[in-house]
């Protein structure tokens, strides 16, 4: 025997060493798995465009960040000048066409189109019907791919080819429809002042129209993720959260050219970056310093790096700022007790004119928060946050998506337990002696220290045993 499970043996006397640990539940909730009636082929896309992504970040390229290896695919995109695509489907048909007995090779050749337009038209309406959610998932779910805007266009093509019989007025065509999403226009934009492309397009590195400065951009982001976590080690849950959202208020300051002019300086001019969970993570103050989604989504990514549950929210949310709706983004998380609450890290770290991370008005107000939580004389938080994230990709089709609902809001506060309380029955006593001697024993550390500096250790069940004594 060690002296130090002599130390922890002695001060139990004949207490059993073992104990139960709070169970967390660990049950991811993503936006994917809320729509019950996504296409086959789009479930595929989501599925490529996840292994694309992860390829990227661990150095790898492919088609989701080097145009090279994508699809070139002329007369297609604006202006019909040929995009750069993902093919998300394509299929070939056989079908049977009748016409007028004895009509003119015109004439057919103009009801084959019409009949193969009229089968595109309808595949191309499922696709603007799921694709926008597909896509939205994508960007809530997976806010890591960076490099990647917060928009998207699809495309489609036919071709076919047919045999008639004008004297029976009876033919076969033979027609293949493809499905595409782009991943650049070759069409130049004046309102936008270049040509589309899926990736972000800020000044200087920040153009991830650029392959190497994807891989420049990758090794910063892995980099920056890496060090905030160092910095954010902990046992608890709430510690951990505490950590990451601190760091994200006092390294940034919110983007004060979109706070006090977002016409000009708008989503173009500032090529997405503040947008993205990149400007965050990495820390800015200046053009490209984070809006509400750059915080939203850095908050995301170090929650899902930590095994932490954690959804992005979006909609028009009533700002304390300015006293008005306006359209927002924010997190629910999932705490140890299986209840989710939300965090609001962008309002936690208001506009500061001085332009500087650390400003003095950082807070936790915002933090970890009930539905029914006030947080405006007239207003609770729900009511303050409405749920209204569809409006971000809606539907552009006709067929409705079906689906089931996300995660409900704690409607209190999340509070933390007495660390001096580990079993959380109330009351310090034998029991809770025997549960941290355990997990110092066990090198376990799923409970919260008592000396709050982040190790279980002897040190706390010592302050444990001082407070069981002098209760």
């Given at each position: 025997m060690t002296i130090r499970h002599f130390i922890i043996a002695a001060a139990l006397c004949s207490a059993s060493l073992s104990a139960n640990a709070q169970g967390t539940n660990n049950a991811a909730v993503n936006y994917r798995d809320r729509i019950t009636n996504m296409p086959d082929y789009l479930q595929n896309f989501i599925d490529d465009y996840i292994e694309a992504t992860h390829e990227i970040l661990n150095g790898g390229v492919n088609w989701l960040s080097?145009?090279?290896?994508?699809?070139?695919?002329?007369?297609?995109?604006?202006?019909?000048?040929?995009?750069?695509?993902?093919?998300?489907?394509?299929?070939?048909?056989?079908?049977?066409?009748?016409?007028?007995?004895?009509?003119?090779?015109?004439?057919?050749?103009?009801?084959?189109?019409?009949?193969?337009?009229?089968?595109?038209?309808?595949?191309?309406?499922?696709?603007?019907?799921?694709?926008?959610?597909?896509?939205?998932?994508?960007?809530?779910?997976?806010?890591?791919?960076?490099?990647?805007?917060?928009?998207?266009?699809?495309?489609?093509?036919?071709?076919?080819?047919?045999?008639?019989?004008?004297?029976?007025?009876?033919?076969?065509?033979?027609?293949?429809?493809?499905?595409?999403?782009?991943?650049?226009?070759?069409?130049?934009?004046?309102?936008?002042?270049?040509?589309?492309?899926?990736?972000?397009?800020?000044?200087?590195?920040y153009d991830f129209r650029n392959t190497s400065n994807i891989a420049r951009g990758v090794n910063i982001y892995n980099t920056s993720v890496q060090n905030i976590l160092e910095q954010c080690q902990s046992v608890s849950r709430h510690r951990k959260l505490r950590k990451v959202h601190d760091w994200l208020t006092t390294h940034n300051c919110?983007?004060?050219?979109?706070?006090?002019?977002?016409?000009?300086?708008?989503?173009?001019?500032?090529?997405?970056?503040?947008?993205?969970?990149?400007?965050?993570?990495?820390?800015?103050?200046?053009?490209?310093?984070?809006?509400?989604?750059?915080?939203?989504?850095?908050?995301?990514?170090?929650?899902?790096?930590?095994?932490?549950?954690?959804?992005?929210?979006?909609?028009?949310?009533?700002?304390?700022?300015?006293?008005?709706?306006?359209?927002?983004?924010?997190?629910?998380?999932?705490?140890?007790?299986?209840?989710?609450?939300?965090?609001?890290?962008?309002?936690?770290?208001?506009?500061?004119?001085?332009?500087?991370?650390?400003?003095?008005?950082?807070?936790?107000?915002?933090?970890l928060l009930g539905s029914e939580d006030k947080v405006d004389e007239n207003l609770t938080f729900i009511q303050s946050h409405p749920e209204d994230w569809i409006v971000s990709y809606p539907n552009q089709g006709s067929q409705n998506w079906k689906l089931r609902p996300g995660p409900t809001l704690a409607p209190h506060a999340w509070v933390a337990p007495d660390p001096h309380d580990p079993s959380g029955d109330g009351i310090i006593n034998q029991d809770d002696i025997s549960l941290m001697a355990s997990k110092i024993v066990n090198d376990d550390d799923d409970i919260d220290d008592v000396d709050g500096n982040d190790r279980i250790t002897i040190g706390d069940l010592v302050r444990i045993i001082d407070r069981s004594i002098s209760k």
């Open positions: 080097n145009l090279a290896m994508s699809e070139y695919v002329a007369g297609i995109g604006r202006g019909k000048v040929g995009a750069y695509c993902h093919t998300l489907k394509e299929t070939a048909y056989t079908t049977e066409f009748t016409f007028p007995s004895y009509s003119s090779q015109d004439f057919i050749k103009q009801t084959v189109e019409e009949l193969v337009q009229k089968h595109t038209n309808k595949a191309v309406d499922t696709l603007n019907s799921f694709l926008p959610y597909a896509f939205l998932s994508l960007k809530f779910d997976h806010p890591e791919a960076f490099w990647i805007g917060n928009e998207y266009r699809n495309e489609s093509s036919f071709s076919y080819s047919y045999n008639s019989n004008p004297f029976t007025g009876k033919g076969t065509v033979n027609y293949t429809i493809k499905l595409f999403f782009v991943l650049h226009d070759n069409y130049y934009d004046y309102n936008t002042g270049g040509n589309y492309d899926i990736r972000n397009n800020g000044e200087l590195y919110y983007n004060q050219y979109h706070y006090s002019d977002p016409y000009t300086y708008n989503f173009y001019y500032l090529g997405g970056i503040p947008w993205s969970p990149y400007s965050a993570l990495e820390g800015n103050t200046g053009k490209q310093a984070p809006v509400c989604e750059g915080y939203a989504r850095a908050l995301k990514v170090l929650c899902d790096a930590m095994d932490i549950p954690c959804i992005l929210m979006s909609g028009n949310a009533f700002s304390p700022f300015t006293k008005k709706f306006q359209a927002h983004m924010w997190n629910y998380v999932q705490m140890e007790d299986g209840n989710w609450y939300a965090i609001d890290p962008t309002w936690d770290d208001p506009f500061n004119d001085r332009q500087e991370a650390v400003s003095g008005k950082e807070s936790r107000q915002w933090f």
